[in-house]
């Protein structure tokens, strides 16, 4: 991963509203490594290195249904950066893959709503690709 947190960044986010106890959510999306188990697209998510799945530096391996860069399906090692209970927001960066990114970090934080309407909210950022465009 390269170190170009100067260079000029996409961003993009996404939120959806789920009406589920916030405490449940934050359970589902704190669990770093089974991500698998709540997005299809994911076939793996296991727990690869660190002290432990939900400290910071732990790394997890995850692999698609995707087809990365080199046309093989798609994988990456992500790092866990911060897991903070009190704000419950994870962010973990992209560290090796077949995707084609660089310097990609991602944050999930949950938040309080009304009458139990929480919502999930995930962003990223990371170095414009090569042949791609934002959109």
């Known amino acids: 991963m390269s170190s170009s947190s100067s260079r000029y960044k996409w961003r993009g986010s996404t939120r959806k509203v789920v009406s589920a106890p916030i405490e449940r959510l934050w ?28 400290a ?11 087809t990365g860069c080199d046309g093989r399906k798609s994988w990456a090692k992500e790092k866990l ?4 209970e009190s704000s419950h927001t994870i962010s973990y960066a992209l560290i090796e ?33 090569e042949g791609a465009s934002q959109e």
């Not at 589902?28 to 290195?49: E, F, G, K, T």
């Not at 660089?102 to 919502?119: C, I, Q, S």
């Open 27 to 54: 359970a589902v999306a704190s669990d770093y490594c089974n991500l698998h188990q709540w997005i299809p697209a994911l076939h793996v998510c296991r727990w690869i290195a660190g002290d432990h799945p939900r």
């Open 56 to 66: 910071p530096g732990s790394v997890r391996y995850v692999e698609g249904s995707s």
């Open 81 to 84: 950066l911060t897991m903070d």
């Open 97 to 129: 893959s077949n995707l084609g990114m660089e310097d990609y970090v991602a944050t999930m934080r949950v938040l309080g709503g009304p009458d139990g309407h929480n919502t999930v909210e995930w962003s990223f950022e990371l170095s414009p690709m």
